[in-house]
């Protein structure tokens, strides 16, 4: 047994152990040491993406014989071949004014697949500027009218063996003409001439300072003298125009009447 000495120092030992384990187990942990707000690091954050838009025409290689055969095969087919005799027989410039580069080729039809070239519904936007520009302002209105009635009436020009044309393919992207999906064309009859060249947009705008009447232009011009006259080929309300000082004027407004309904 323990003597009454040793029961008493043993007693107080547990007394001192169990308010130790009372007093440190009831403390609070130490707080944690707010973090300033400029040391904290912020989470990455992905940079805006900023659309970017071209600014000018992408530069691409000069065009060669080839690479406008394969564009004109593309579009037509074996409906038309290129015209070899003539010099320049295709140009390049950004016609529409869409930053992307089309191209411009004098073609004459394949005999033999005549009817192709006369399809009703063709690929291309068949038109004749000069004859357009020439006729009575009545009759340019009336087929505007017609056109604008039945957009889906087909192509109405009848292709001959002999005409000479120009087919203007517009470009897509920074391909411009080479793209595969570059298929927008426009055929144009009796509008090649001599001096063939392209005239960009900004010098275009220089050259024709201060001159009224004057067409709206969107994209470079195609320079030539037709009919005695130097003029040139421009895009505007989605088709082509010709343009020379002495024939053009501007076309008049269609006025439509309410009682032209009337009876």
Not at 6 to 11: A, E, G, P, W
Not at 46 to 73: C, F, G, I, M
Not at 97 to 109: N, T
Not at 112 to 125: G, K, M, R, T, V
């Amino acid at each position: 047994m323990l003597a009454r000495k040793d029961f008493n120092k043993l007693l107080w030992l547990f007394v001192i152990v169990a308010a130790s384990v009372i007093l440190f187990g009831c403390s609070k942990p130490p707080e944690a040491k707010p973090v300033a707000e400029q040391d904290a690091v912020p989470p990455p954050t992905e940079p805006a993406s900023q659309p970017t838009q071209p600014t000018q025409n992408p530069e691409l290689p000069p065009p060669t014989t080839e690479d406008v055969r394969k564009a004109v095969e593309r579009i037509f087919k074996s409906a038309v071949a290129i015209d070899q005799d003539r010099s320049p027989g295709f140009l390049v410039g950004d016609f529409n004014g869409d930053l992307s580069q089309d191209l411009a080729v004098i073609v004459k039809p394949v005999a033999a697949n005549l009817s192709d070239l006369n399809q009703e519904f063709p690929n291309w936007i068949a038109r004749e500027p000069l004859k357009d520009l020439l006729l009575p302002k009545s009759r340019v209105l009336s087929v505007a009218a017609r056109s604008s009635n039945n957009p889906a009436s087909g192509q109405t020009i009848r292709f001959e063996q002999n005409d000479v044309l120009m087919a203007i393919i517009h470009g897509n992207g920074p391909k411009g003409w080479h793209d595969p999906d570059a298929t927008q064309t426009h055929l144009l009859r009796d509008v090649v001439g001599t001096k063939l060249r392209t005239l960009p947009l900004k010098d275009a705008v220089k050259a024709y300072s201060g001159i009224r009447p004057f067409p709206t232009i969107h994209g470079d011009l195609i320079q030539q003298t037709l009919i005695g006259q130097s003029g040139f080929l421009h895009f505007s309300g989605g088709i082509y125009g010709w343009y020379d000082p002495k024939n053009y004027s501007p076309a008049p407004v269609a006025v439509h009447s309410r009682m032209s309904g009337m009876k």
